[in-house]
């Protein structure tokens, strides 16, 4: 893609660059509203979201709801589509560090298994009624 013609970025034209800055594997769901959604990582890391006028990044977050992990993305950062540098090197200069920081913060947030030594996600810690903090997989396994 060439610097001078001067893109105008939108869901279409972002999604295949931006896809390639995250963590793998990313997983894509399209949600009302022409929202394109993005889940990097596994366990997850980053939420994109690319709606018709910004793109959204988030920190991958969880809460349990009936049994199920229930995704609760907290927005980082919306930069509107127009906000962007046209050109893509910038634009990838852009959001590259704000998806690095996404995946930090949610990194920050991962707590030591006392029994596998593993560091897990913090919806996988189970409070066991010894003080000992265990993931669910050692926890189930006790
Ligand atoms: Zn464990």
Redesign the pocket.
């Known amino acids: 893609m060439s610097d001078i013609e001067a893109p105008q970025w939108s869901v279409q034209t972002a999604e295949t660059w931006i896809k390639a800055l995250l963590p793998e594997p990313v997983i894509r769901s399209e949600l009302p509203g022409d929202v394109v959604l993005l889940q990097a990582g596994d366990p997850g890391q980053v939420v994109v979201r690319l709606k018709p006028a910004a793109l959204r990044i988030g920190v991958f977050s969880q809460r349990w709801w009936r049994d199920r992990g229930v995704l609760v993305d907290e927005t980082l950062i919306a930069v509107p589509w127009v906000r962007l540098p046209s050109s893509l090197v910038h634009a990838q200069a852009v959001v590259r560090p704000l998806i690095e920081a996404a995946t930090a913060l949610r990194r920050s947030r991962y707590f030591h298994?006392?029994?596998?030594?593993?560091q897990?996600p913090p919806e996988l810690q189970v409070a066991t009624s010894t003080g000992k903090r265990?993931?669910q997989?050692?926890?189930a396994e006790q």
């Not at 298994?113 to 593993?118: D, G, I, P, R, S």
Request: charged share 15%; proline share 0%.
């Open positions: 298994c006392e029994v596998c030594q593993q897990r265990t993931c997989t050692c926890w």
